[in-house]
Each structure stands twice: as structure tokens, then as C-alpha cells.
């Protein structure tokens, strides 16, 4: 199946900004049918979930802790999706992941496997 590969986290100073990307390569089910997401995780902390996409884009969700700072987009030509990142805070240090499932219900439950993900630092 496809594969999901996480880039673009950094060093970035408190308030600074950060694009994430989630690329997808191989053969495999369309891209554009995956609902897709971010999850993060920070030492000593449970995995949390940030934000989805639905298949089309028509739909997005996020947490109540990234909403209005966080924008996730996804462009199914380029089989790529982003996490627009602005008014960075300490509490977002953390690795980020991108995952795909059926449903933006059953991915913010999702229970699959995990990338390498892209780690994001934010410092005071």
C-alpha cells in the first residue's frame, strides 16, 4: 500500500510559524478516497489528535487546542496534505503524525500504525 512520510517540522521560536507536509507514494487505494489527520506526541504525554480532512476536503475538524491556529488542507492531485501552523506555543512541542483511515470519525480513534513522524519544537 501507499505510504505516508511526515517533513517539515523545525526549531521555531514562541509565536513563529511552521508548515507541515504528509506526501504519499507508492501504488495502492486513490489517495483522494482516505479521510486523512495529524496526531502529536510529547515525552511523558498520550498521543492526541489535532485535526482531520475529509476524502474530498470539504470537511475539516480540529481540537479545541489548535483550533483558530492550525489549518489542515490537503491537495489529492499532488497526494500531498498540510498542517498550517501559526501562534506556535511551548505546549505544541511535540512529534507530529499523519494518518489515514475510512472515516474522519474512525480516524480520530485510529488505532493503525505509525510513521516516523516530523518532530516541531517550540522554544520560550
Known amino acids: 500500500q501507499a505510504q505516508l512520510a511526515e517533513s517539515g517540522g523545525g526549531l521555531v521560536q514562541v509565536g513563529g510559524s511552521l508548515r507541515l507536509l504528509c506526501a504519499a507514494s507508492?501504488?495502492?487505494?486513490?489517495?483522494?478516497?482516505?479521510?486523512l489527520g495529524w496526531f502529536r506526541q510529547s515525552p511523558g504525554n498520550e498521543r492526541e489528535w489535532v485535526a482531520s480532512?475529509?476524502?474530498?476536503?470539504?470537511?475539516?475538524f480540529y481540537a479545541d487546542s489548535v483550533r483558530g491556529r492550525f489549518t489542515i488542507s490537503r491537495d489529492n492531485m499532488e497526494n500531498k496534505m498540510y498542517l498550517e501552523m501559526e501562534g506556535l506555543k511551548p505546549e505544541d512541542t511535540a512529534t507530529y503524525y499523519c494518518?489515514?483511515?475510512?472515516?474522519?470519525?474512525?480516524?480520530?480513534?485510529?488505532?493503525?500504525?505509525w510513521g516516523q513522524g516530523t518532530q516541531v519544537i517550540v522554544s520560550s
Open positions: 507508492g501504488s495502492g487505494r486513490a489517495f483522494s478516497t482516505w479521510a
Open positions: 494518518v489515514r483511515d475510512w472515516t474522519t470519525k474512525d480516524l480520530m480513534n485510529y488505532e493503525g500504525s
Open positions: 480532512i475529509s476524502a474530498s476536503g470539504g470537511a475539516t
